[in-house]
T-cell receptor
Framework: GAVVSQHPSWVICKSGTSVKIECRSLDFQATTMFWYRQFPKQSLMLMATSNEGSKATYEQGVEKDKFLINHASLTLSTLTVTSAHPEDSSFYIC??????????????FGPGTRLTVL | GEDVEQSLFLSVREGDSSVINCTYTDSSSTYLYWYKQEPGAGLQLLTYIFSNMDMKQDQRLTVLLNKKDKHLSLRIADTQTGDSAIYFCAERFDTGRRALTFGSGTRLQVQP
């Protein structure tokens, strides 16, 4: 149980295009999903917190107009990297928090999406 | 503030025990986690400990928490080559967004 998927697993795009990454909780409902970014050999840095039915909360330094987050249902959140540039190339990982009743409130992580912008 | 630190690299021989250490600065964290990341993959939750516990054992994994020193460790008994990966400790606070703050990760290399 508690499986989180991401799609696509990797994507290569040209500079200036937009890329959408999906994060799905497959067997549970998640009122909150988190989006992280990981640069090579570095730790995960929280980008934003996505709550179902409301606007995402972005961390300081993360441009909300560049990284559009939509959390339309209890099982799906999307991250759209708009007008992508080579410096946006990174490993994007989402996590989902089980909604209610789980004492440890554990986050379950997706497998990640590797974005390469040429 | 939130700051979690780990040593960058650990090399052990197969069959030995591995101990990965983590220090954190904020004493108000409620849960502390250990995640494993294999190359090119996402994070796999290994184990967690609640902040009012000192120790937790789960098969080959033993987590020790010294809250006074803000020190967390993960011991892997009988380390296998399949344990080679990057290990992240993370802390969670029960205020605000409840996101995780991750350490820098420790790369564990197991030599046959």
């Amino acid at each position: 149980g508690a499986v989180v998927s991401q799609h696509p697993s990797w994507v290569i795009c040209k500079s200036g295009t937009s890329v959408k990454i999906e994060c799905r909780s497959l067997d549970f409902q998640a009122t909150t999903m988190f989006w992280y970014r990981q640069f090579p050999k570095q730790s995960l840095m929280l980008m934003a917190t996505s709550n179902e039915g409301s606007k995402a909360t972005y961390e300081q330094g993360v441009e909300k107009d560049k990284f559009l987050i939509n959390h339309a249902s209890l099982t799906l959140s999307t991250l759209t990297v708009t007008s992508a540039h080579p410096e946006d190339s990174s490993f994007y990982i989402c996590s989902a928090r089980l909604a209610g009743g789980f004492s440890t409130d554990t986050q379950y992580f997706g497998p990640g999406t590797r974005l390469t912008v040429l | 503030g939130e700051d979690v630190e780990q040593s960058l690299f650990l090399s052990v021989r197969e069959g030995d025990s591995s101990v990965i250490n983590c220090t954190y600065t904020d004493s108000s964290s409620t849960y502390l986690y250990w995640y494993k990341q294999e190359p090119g993959a996402g994070l796999q939750l290994l184990t967690y400990i609640f902040s009012n516990m000192d120790m937790k054992q789960d098969q080959r994994l033993t987590v020790l928490l010294n809250k006074k020193d803000k020190h967390l460790s993960l011991r892997i008994a009988d380390t296998q080559t399949g344990d080679s990966a990057i290990y992240f400790c993370a802390e969670r606070f029960d205020t605000g967004r409840r996101a995780l703050t991750f350490g820098s990760g420790t790369r564990l290399q197991v030599q046959p």
